[in-house]
């Protein structure tokens, strides 16, 4: 007799459609038990009325039943009653029913088993009607619990959110990035253009003017040289005293031209950072600054530590530094502004801090602050950083950090 657990249907027939002899089917039901044993997923069979017909013991565990428990018994009662939400799940919508019931075979794995504890567990389910000559018995089915594979596909899922919710900030943030960077360009260019123009205006107002005065001096000197063969000798020294004077004359607006050239070179590229270096260049700078915007200076370097920098980084240093103080000139409305340099062999610090009218903090994060995105562009293309702290009426701290890579 059959263990009660695995009471089997009958053998399937022949190929001329007779039974096997009955000496074949010990042999054959024995194969089937050991068949059914060696599965680790559940299979059971129901009869037409979802009655439990066999279970293996894989199957009647993972219920947490004992096979001799759920033969006999409604399967869909027994396992199957509840959807995941705790709502009653009709036995007349049920695939695994109606794969002998509409002849509707199925494989499922968006449903929930229930155990004997009440606890359940993710399953994938076939169902497929048994069939004994020509006539539907019931049906086979066959379950796995795939509650592991179910949280890892929804930790896939997870993590797959994540990085679409990354890869959306990223983008959003090299968005704007980009677009800060095209309004910095823009901005650049604005700047370049107008520096330009300054300097045009310049030496066509300055030289222009020093160079159109020479030119005409020197046509009256070519004018009166060649009359002073016609004048009386009392005459043509006076003519001498008078063409002296206008050649010193002269020589004050050459004096002056070349002053004025100078100037402009130095706002170009102050000659200073070339022929002294960077920290020369730092203390010029900052005392024409305060001497031009009469405010008193409150004044400390300490670079006697410092390492030696590559000419772009020392002008990139230097134009950081002039940007600090045009800060201050343009919008501080100060009286006072302390400044602070120190240089050692691995980092560089700089510090400008006035008594102004401050701001507050998101105006120097504003879309259109292009001189502090200049300063903060410039600063992180050197490995360092620019701090800015700021209160109404407590003034401004602009602070410059750069770490220096070791030798």
């Known amino acids: 007799m059959d263990p009660p657990f695995l009471q089997v249907p009958p053998p399937p027939p022949t190929r001329a459609g007779a039974r096997l002899p009955a000496t074949d089917q010990p042999l054959w039901r024995d194969k089937l038990l050991q068949l059914l044993e060696s599965t680790g997923e559940g299979i059971f069979g129901i009869d037409m009325d979802g009655r439990c017909t066999f279970i293996n013991r894989a199957g009647a565990e993972q219920l947490g039943f004992s096979p001799a428990d759920v033969l006999g018994k409604n399967m869909h009662e027994l396992a199957h009653h509840s959807h995941a939400d705790g709502a009653h799940y009709p036995e007349r919508l049920c695939p695994i029913f109606n794969a002998f019931r509409m002849a509707l075979p199925c494989r499922i794995d968006t449903e929930l088993f229930w155990r004997r504890d009440g606890s359940a567990f993710a399953v994938e389910y076939s169902s497929y009607p048994i069939v004994d000559g020509g006539v539907v018995q019931g049906a086979v089915v066959t379950f796995v619990d795939i509650s592991a594979r179910k949280r890892a596909e929804e930790a896939l899922r997870h993590a797959n959110d994540v990085l679409e919710q990354r890869v959306s900030e990223r983008t959003q943030a090299l968005a704007g990035a980009l677009q800060q960077l095209r309004e910095l360009s823009a901005y650049t260019h604005t700047v370049r253009e107008e520096e330009r123009t300054r300097i045009a205006r310049e030496v066509h107002d300055e030289l222009g003017s020093l160079l159109v005065a020479l030119k005409m001096d020197v046509g009256w000197l070519d004018k009166r040289l060649g009359e002073q063969q016609q004048r009386e000798p009392i005459a043509a020294q006076a003519m001498r005293s008078t063409m002296q004077a206008k050649c010193q004359n002269m020589s004050r607006l050459i004096e002056a031209a070349v002053d004025n050239v100078g100037r402009i070179i130095t706002d170009l590229r102050p000659s200073i950072l070339d022929h002294q270096g960077l920290w020369a260049a730092l203390d010029w700078q900052a005392h ?21 920098l590559p000419e772009p980084s020392a002008m990139a240093i230097f134009r950081i530094f002039q940007e600090m103080l045009s800060n201050v000139g343009r919008h501080a409305q100060a009286s006072q502004v302390a400044i602070r340099i120190r240089a050692t062999a691995d980092d560089i610090s700089i510090s400008v801090r006035d008594n102004g009218r401050g701001a507050e903090a998101s105006a120097f994060e504003a879309a259109n602050a292009y001189g502090v995105m200049g300063m903060r562009e410039r600063a992180r293309h050197l490995g360092g950083s620019l701090e800015i702290t700021s209160q109404i009426g407590l003034g401004a701290l602009f602070h410059l950090r750069i770490q220096l890579p070791k030798a």
């Open 288 to 308: 024409e600054f305060v001497q031009s915007a009469e405010l008193a200076l409150d004044w400390q370097m300490d670079v006697d530590q410092a390492a030696p």
